[in-house]
């Protein structure tokens, strides 16, 4: 079992930047494959990134592709997410997810077993 805990949310100006980052414990972090997820209000839970487990590919929802970059620290039992260019739209509350073994390109939230508890993103006009 695996347990997230999120930081680095907030408040940023349109075309800003933010850099959230998630905490995961035990000690295999290395076998579980790692994403985020964000849900604005009134929306439903939507995909962001993920990163594998085995070989480190990363993927991207289409609206962020470009903007935000995955990435992990085996060693730190750590995965970040920037967020450059941010936008109005990426308002929402951000939340790790982890699925040990997970397969690539996993984008239902019903694909991941363990979730954080989510970090507020607030992008300002």
């Known amino acids: 079992q695996v347990q997230l805990v999120e930081s680095g949310g907030g408040l940023v100006q349109a075309g800003g930047s933010l850099r959230l980052s998630c905490a995961a414990s035990?000690?295999?972090?290395?076998?579980?494959?790692m994403g985020w997820f964000r849900q604005a209000p009134g929306k439903e839970r939507e995909f962001v990134a993920q990163i594998r487990w085995s070989g480190g590919r990363t993927y991207y929802a289409d609206s962020v592709k470009g903007r935000f970059t995955i990435s992990r620290d085996n060693a730190m039992n750590t995965v970040s997410l920037q967020m450059n260019s941010l936008k109005t739209e990426d308002t929402a509350v951000y939340f790790c997810?982890?699925?040990?073994?997970?397969?690539?390109?996993?984008?239902?939230?019903?694909?991941?077993?363990?979730w954080g508890q989510g970090t507020q993103v607030t992008v300002a006009s």
């Open positions: 035990g000690r295999t972090f290395s076998s579980y494959s």
């Open positions: 997810v982890a699925q040990l073994f997970g397969a690539s390109d996993q984008r239902r939230p019903d694909e991941y077993a363990y």
